[in-house]
């Protein structure tokens, strides 16, 4: 099993700045793609930014020039820094991982996991 914990949410005035983490941890071979997923009040989850393995980063347009996106893959993290923060960015966010996990066959799967979420409010 793998288990994704976000942390670092919280209230924050528009303008303001935040950074989400989110840890990996359990069966884990390597961790491909990582992401960032947000669910409004009333609205779908959309995404927010991914990080291949390899480094490249994709960013939903609506957080293009405010959010960065990083991993740590000794520590099996990725990080969300959010800044010029906007009442539109109030959300839950959740982290997201493509992980190829080692079974106890010793065989690999892999399992795409998610995080609980973490809220995330603006304030104007």
């Known amino acids: 099993q793998v288990q994704l914990v976000e942390s670092g949410g919280g209230l924050v005035e528009a303008g303001g700045s935040l950074r989400l983490s989110c840890v990996a941890s359990?069966?884990?071979?390597?961790?491909?793609?990582m992401a960032w997923y947000r669910q409004a009040p009333g609205k779908e989850r959309e995404l927010v930014a991914s990080?291949?393995?390899?480094?490249?980063?994709n960013y939903a347009d609506s957080v293009k020039g405010r959010f960065t996106i990083s991993r740590d893959d000794a520590k099996k993290m990725v990080y969300l820094q959010m800044n010029s923060l906007e009442r539109e960015d109030t959300a839950v966010y959740y982290c997201?991982?493509?992980?190829?996990?080692?079974?106890?066959?010793?065989?690999?799967?892999?399992?795409?996991?998610w995080g609980q979420g973490t809220q995330v409010t603006v304030s104007s």
């Open positions: 990080i291949s393995g390899g480094g490249r980063r």
């Open positions: 359990g069966s884990i071979f390597t961790i491909n793609t």
């Open positions: 997201n991982a493509d992980v190829m996990t080692i079974q106890e066959t010793g065989r690999l799967h892999d399992v795409e996991c």
